[in-house]
Nanobody
Framework: QVQLVESGGGLVQSGGSLKLSCAASGRAFSAYAMGWFRQAPGKERKFVAAISWSGGHTDYADSVKGRFTVSRDDAKKMVYLQMTGLKPEDTDVYYC???????????????WGQGTQVTISS
């Protein structure tokens, strides 16, 4: 069992920066890859970034490459999303989740946080 709590969202001007944090509890945290996703009301949740269980591999949505950086600190059971060069279209609720694969090789996201609102003003 893993519990996730996001924080760090807020209102910033276009071009600004925010650092989101995801605090995890539970013994299994270090065994999981972790992901960040975003969702607007009434729309599908979208992938933003992911980091492997070792921290040695990261992946990003094309829309955030070069602007966002995902990292993790297993000793603190934390995952971070450093966001720079923010744009109004980055406005969404951001969620962190565990990332793994099932026996068929399909991605699965067993645990989610409650989300944190990010609002970028133009």
């Amino acid at each position: 069992q893993v519990q996730l709590v996001e924080s760090g969202g807020g209102l910033v001007q276009s071009g600004g920066s925010l650092k989101l944090s995801c605090a995890a509890s539970g013994r299994a945290f270090s065994a999981y890859a972790m992901g960040w996703f975003r969702q607007a009301p009434g729309k599908e949740r979208k992938f933003v970034a992911a980091i492997s269980w070792s921290g040695g591999h990261t992946d990003y949505a094309d829309s955030v490459k070069g602007r966002f950086t995902v990292s993790r600190d297993d000793a603190k059971k934390m995952v971070y999303l450093q966001m720079t060069g923010l744009k109004p279209e980055d406005t969404d609720v951001y969620y962190c989740s565990t990332v793994s694969r099932d026996l068929a090789g399909q991605w699965k996201y067993d645990y989610w946080g409650q989300g944190t609102q990010v609002t970028i003003s133009s």
